[in-house]
Nanobody
Framework: QVQLVESGGGLVQAGGSLSVSCAASGRISSNYAMAWFRQAPGKKREFVALVNWSGARSEYADSVKGRFTISRDNAKNTVYLQMNSLKPEDTAVYYC?????????????????WGQGTQVTVSS
């Protein structure tokens, strides 16, 4: 079993920055792709960013490209999401997820483990 715990959400003004982290524990290895998803009230959970097992490859949703950066520290079993130039439309609960499968996946149904989520609120 793998446990994922997010931290670092909060309230920030538009244009500001925020960083969220996801610490993995349990039967975890570094051979998992990790991703961030988000879900706003009344909306479907959507892909934000992913990083492959080594950290050498990352992918972003068009809506966050150039503003968000995903990274990971395998020694600490932690993945990070640095969010800059935040907009009110970035307001959502942010979830980290681990993908045990091969390949790169953008669909949340491909991910095996999920954190409980952390709230990010951007005020205008």
């Amino acid at each position: 079993q793998v446990q994922l715990v997010e931290s670092g959400g909060g309230l920030v003004q538009a244009g500001g920055s925020l960083s969220v982290s996801c610490a993995a524990s349990g039967r975890i290895s570094s051979n998992y792709a990790m991703a961030w998803f988000r879900q706003a009230p009344g909306k479907k959970r959507e892909f934000v960013a992913l990083v492959n097992w080594s950290g050498a490859r990352s992918e972003y949703a068009d809506s966050v490209k150039g503003r968000f950066t995903i990274s990971r520290d395998n020694a600490k079993n932690t993945v990070y999401l640095q969010m800059n130039s935040l907009k009110p439309e970035d307001t959502a609960v942010y979830y980290c997820a681990a993908d045990l499968g091969l390949g790169i996946h953008y669909d949340p149904y491909e991910y095996n483990y999920w954190g409980q989520g952390t709230q990010v609120t951007v005020s205008s």
